[in-house]
Structure formats: structure tokens, C-alpha cells
């Protein structure tokens, strides 16, 4: 079922997300692929829990959707539940985002290139691992989300104001996308 997408100015995106408990919380497969689901239909790389309005610490993450141009990531579709980052690289790229729940917005944003990363799989399997490339920065998007934080926290104080009005009009419910959508209308 393709759950709508929670946009820009719904308290949810802002809230700092709480842990599951993977044997408790009832319907988390289910909720897991309607997440995937719900990103084919937006075309996202990644979508979080807030973004669907759980504040809760999941996200999943598909990366087969831009396999033609990084061939690695072909078949890329995972879970990640109650994730937590250990420790991350001095290394920094820079490179555009986008944010299903800031549509229309796209910036360039710094992160660490190599992440120690902890978290339980869809399968309930638990993972500690490092990750670097296109994955780290979608997992540290991603992984924003459930603090709370989108990637526009992440821009300097001139970059925002180039994009302040865009987003007070999302507030407003002034905005397009081509997925099903919850604001302030």
C-alpha cells in the first residue's frame, strides 16, 4: 500500500524518532514494504519512518533505481532498523540532495565519505559494519530523519535564505509533487 509522504512543516519530520522493538511492533513487515512501495511510486532512493509519519528509528533504502549508472548497487534493497552511526571519516564529499519530503528542493550538502554504522536488518539480523560511496550518504540522509534533522539543516545561512520562501510556501501547502502527499493545506 503506498502511504503518503509527510511534507515540509509536519511536526513528525522534526520530532527525534523512537527505538523498536523488533519482536513487539506489530506490522513492521508490512510496514516495511509498504515503505518500499511508497518509494518506488515517489522514485526515491530512500525513504525514513518519519516520512510516512512514524516516529519511529526505520528507514529502507533501494539503490537498484540508479543501477544503470552505479551497476553495485543492482538489486540494493534494505531495511534499517534502529540504525545508529559509531563513527564517521574525516574524509567529506560534497553532493546533491533531494528529499521526497521537500519536493522541488535540491542543494548540495557536505558529509563524511566512510561511516562505522550498527543496525538490525529486515530479517532481524543485526549488522556492524562500515559503509562508503553513495550508500553512506543515502544511510546519513536517511539517518537525519529519524533525528529530527532534513537536509536543508545542513546548508549555510545563505543557501537557506535563497530557499526560505520555497519553504514557507511548502508550510503553506504550495508545492508540487507527483506522489501522494500529507501537508498543511
Known sequence: MVLPMYIFGQPVLRKVAEEIDVNNYEGLQELIQNMYETNKKAEGVGLAGPQVGKSIRLFIVDLDVISDDMPEYKG??????????????????????????????????????????????????????????????????????????????????????????????????????????KANR
Not at 109 to 138: C, M, Q, S
Open 76 to 181: 540494493f534493497l534494505h531495511a534499517f532498523i534502529n540504525p545508529e552511526i559509531l563513527e564517521s571519516s574525516e574524509e567529506t564529499s560534497s553532493y546533491e540532495e533531494g528529499c521526497l519530503s521537500v519536493p522541488g528542493i535540491h542543494e548540495s550538502v557536505k558529509r563524511p565519505v566512510k561511516i562505522h554504522v550498527k543496525y538490525t536488518d529486515e530479517n532481524l539480523k543485526e549488522h556492524d559494519e562500515w559503509i562508503d560511496g553513495f550508500l553512506a550518504r543515502v544511510f546519513q540522509h536517511e539517518y537525519d530523519h529519524l533525528d529530527g534533522k532534513l537536509f536543508v539543516d545542513h546548508l549555510s545561512t545563505f543557501r537557506k535564505q535563497l530557499i526560505k520562501s520555497k519553504l514557507v510556501n511548502m508550510t503553506k501547502g504550495k508545492f508540487s509533487a507527483s506522489y501522494k502527499c
